[in-house]
């Protein structure tokens, strides 16, 4: 028997771009599977390269080196083929102003040679929130409505795997709630869901497997479960003014007035408290929570940057 087909199989990516100071490796030998019926997150700061990552899986952008299938066709040899079983919400908003929102589903319909989809575009409007505007023009919607719209415009052929480059970037958080209740609803009903963002909330509630990229290479592939269990248990978050001792600061995650320091147990949160008294540091409104996503994120980033300095 042969073994399952993924969903999409990164193979070896690799991308170069040449810019006026020479060429720059976005991706670094990018191997990934991601299997059907998988909620899978890509995550990493800007610029580690997802929407470039995404550009190639959507033919849009050639690799420099490696290929990618989706369930086994080739996203170059394959394009029609492949582009078939994909619905890609891109990170830009691009859209074509004189279309009303219905004509735009239409077109987008045409694309891919399905006839008679009012009623599937219908669903997609009820279910985005967007009936009401299905007759509006697109230059009229806000840019919560046009990403609703981009949404609908990547499903309207049901694609078996839909792929989400950062769809809730500046968007508010009813569309937030909207949207991860209709993608988590088809993932329900067997699609494959690829999506990128740096919210890592949104991903910790959602994703069953992630991916950490930084600089072209992935530094970390692991189950969520896995990867929430690998983590400190418990951060100790305060606010203060002052400067904290450099031990401390180390460690510590800072925005604005909010200090958070991982903790393994009540004894270390103990000797953290020691050591801000002893550096003169009052800390106010102190609260003890359990570790999430993002403290991962941030260790396995800063781990990284270590090793590089290491070897450098
Ligand atoms: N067309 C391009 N020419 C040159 N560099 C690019 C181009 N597109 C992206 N890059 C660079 O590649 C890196 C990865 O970009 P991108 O894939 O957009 O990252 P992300 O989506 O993770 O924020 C960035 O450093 C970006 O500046
Ligand atoms: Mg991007």
Redesign the pocket.
Known sequence: MAPPMSAVSFQSIS?N???PKGV?Q??NNVSLDIEEGEFFGLL????????????ILAGL?RASSGRVLVQGSDVQADYADARRKLGIVP?ELVFDPFFSVREALRFQSGYFGVKDNDAWIDELLESLGLADKANANMRQLSGGMKRRVLVAQALVHRPPIIVL??PTAGVDVELRQTLWHFIAKLNRQGHTVLL?THYLEEAEALCNRVAM?KQ?QIVKLSSMSDLLKSASSNVLQFKTDAALPPALAQRARVTGRIVQIPAQDAGDVEALLAGLRQGGVVPEDVEIRRADLEDVFIHVMNEQAQVAEAGA
């Open positions: 991308k771009y040449q810019t720059f976005a991706l990493g700061p800007n610029g580690a390269g997802k929407t470039t990552l995404i550009s952008s990170q480059d950062e990128t990229l072209g």
